[in-house]
């Protein structure tokens, strides 16, 4: 609410290393999904929807969240407009309340397993397939 904000402002900048800091302050997103959509060059390879532990607000894996295998044509295209479209990337994305789209990150070194897990998709031997792809066919790929 407003007054918590005013007062965790007030007390961030009173504290002399914060002073001189910038303070990023954003509306509040209430998350209906989340989603991780993995990407190689700009083609989706699967998503999965993004399931948090009981009791738990993250929804990463490596805090206990549960990936479900999901497919939303609308989440993939707003992803892929999104995102580079060089290497491989692990996108999160959430729905919120009214239906809203966002990208939360597009990490460059994605842990896949609970991805994989998920969707039954080997994203090494995607990775791999995509380099033997580059090779054979050099012509076809932009630099």
């Given at each position: 609410?407003?007054?918590?904000?005013?007062?965790?402002?007030?007390?961030?900048?009173?504290?002399?290393?914060?002073?001189?800091?910038?303070?990023?302050?954003?509306?509040?997103?209430?998350?209906?999904?989340?989603?991780?959509?993995?990407?190689?060059?700009?083609?989706?390879?699967?998503?999965?929807?993004?399931?948090?532990?009981?009791?738990?607000?993250?929804h990463n894996a490596a805090l206990g969240g549960q990936f479900i295998t999901a497919h939303d044509e609308?989440?993939?295209?707003?992803?892929?407009?999104?995102?580079?479209?060089?290497?491989?990337?692990?996108?999160?994305?959430?729905?919120?309340?009214?239906?809203?789209?966002?990208?939360?990150?597009?990490?460059?070194?994605?842990?896949?397993?609970?991805?994989?897990?998920?969707?039954?998709?080997?994203?090494?031997?995607?990775?791999?397939?995509?380099?033997?792809?580059?090779?054979?066919?050099?012509?076809?790929?932009?630099?």
């Open positions: 609410n407003l007054s918590e904000a005013v007062l965790y402002i007030d007390n961030f900048f009173s504290h002399e290393i914060y002073s001189r800091s910038a303070l990023l302050l954003q509306s509040y997103i209430s998350v209906k999904r989340e989603y991780r959509v993995m990407v190689l060059d700009g083609q989706c390879l699967g998503m999965a929807e993004k399931k948090a532990q009981e009791g738990q607000i993250a609308e989440v993939i295209e707003f992803t892929l407009q999104h995102v580079s479209r060089k290497g491989i990337l692990g996108a999160d994305v959430i729905r919120d309340t009214a239906g809203r789209l966002f990208l939360l990150e597009a990490n460059r070194a994605p842990q896949w397993y609970a991805f994989e897990r998920a969707t039954g998709i080997d994203v090494a031997s995607c990775i791999i397939q995509r380099a033997w792809q580059r090779i054979l066919f050099p012509n076809d790929f932009i630099r």
